[in-house]
């Protein structure tokens, strides 16, 4: 069965601390990994989006990273600010389709000053 | 922001109405999606629509109804709803390209509208 999992399902940490959020996937075949921030109430707008053989990528403070062989994928964020409280889901492609996404829970993440 | 619009942002309903939601996406995209958000669920996708023709419908009840009339425009109509159907509905769009041989089909979320069912 195709799944996404993300850990931990929630996180506070202090303002300016380093965090890393956790996904493991079983989804087969594999096309590309994405993370999602979703602010409260909002549609989620994409951080991220890695392909098998993209190994990290970063966006400012995120740094994704994937590994294909493991089925796993980590999202840094570093230097934690306010506005990063949200929920982060990962999403994974398969290559079965042009819309099929399977998508994570989420972790819900907030920042406290 | 995104390029894709959602009205109404929050909608109170009653069992018996009928109301519908609307989408629109300014971003040239061929496809567009309705998704549903409960609480501590992944989005479970409801309908798909490419060039305008349905190529999902993921086992949605009927009185969930979608009418797409152009690429750029997609509705959700809805008639006697359950209390179970409150969430947040999302609209999304994106284009079905391949650039060598990889297929990338990023979607764009709008905001979503906030359904509550009484």
């Known amino acids: 069965k195709n799944q996404v999992e993300q850990s931990p399902q929630s996180l506070i940490i202090l303002e300016g601390k380093n965090c890393t959020l956790q996904?493991?996937?079983?989804?087969?075949?594999?096309?590309?990994l994405r993370w999602y921030k979703q602010d409260t109430g909002r549609g989620p707008v994409s951080l991220t989006i890695?392909?098998?053989?993209?190994n990290t990528k970063s966006n400012g403070r995120y740094t994704a990273t994937l590994d294909a062989d493991t089925k796993q994928s980590s999202l840094h964020i570093t230097a934690s600010q306010l506005s990063d409280s949200a929920s982060y889901i990962c999403?994974?492609?398969?290559?079965?389709?042009?819309?099929?996404?399977?998508f994570g829970t989420g972790t819900r993440f907030l920042v406290s000053p | 922001e995104t390029g894709v619009t959602q009205t109404p942002r929050h909608l109170v309903m009653g069992m018996t109405n009928k109301k519908s939601l609307k989408c629109e996406q300014h971003l040239g995209h061929n496809a567009m999606y309705w998704y549903k958000q409960s609480a501590k669920k992944p989005l479970e996708l409801m309908f798909v629509y490419n060039f305008k023709e349905q190529t999902e419908n993921n086992s949605v009840p009927s009185r969930f109804s979608p009418e797409c009339p152009n690429s750029s425009h997609l509705f959700l109509h809805l008639h006697t709803l359950q209390p179970e159907d409150s969430a947040l509905y999302l609209c999304?769009?994106?284009?079905?390209?391949?650039?060598?041989?990889?297929?990338?089909?990023?979607?764009?979320f709008g905001p979503g509208t906030r359904l509550t069912v009484l």
């Open positions: 999304a769009s994106s284009s079905t390209h391949r650039v060598g041989t990889t297929a990338y089909n990023e979607q764009f």
């Open positions: 999403v994974v492609s398969g290559g079965w389709g042009f819309q099929k996404l399977v």
């Open positions: 890695m392909t098998f053989s993209e």
């Open positions: 996904c493991n996937y079983t989804v087969s075949p594999f096309s590309n």
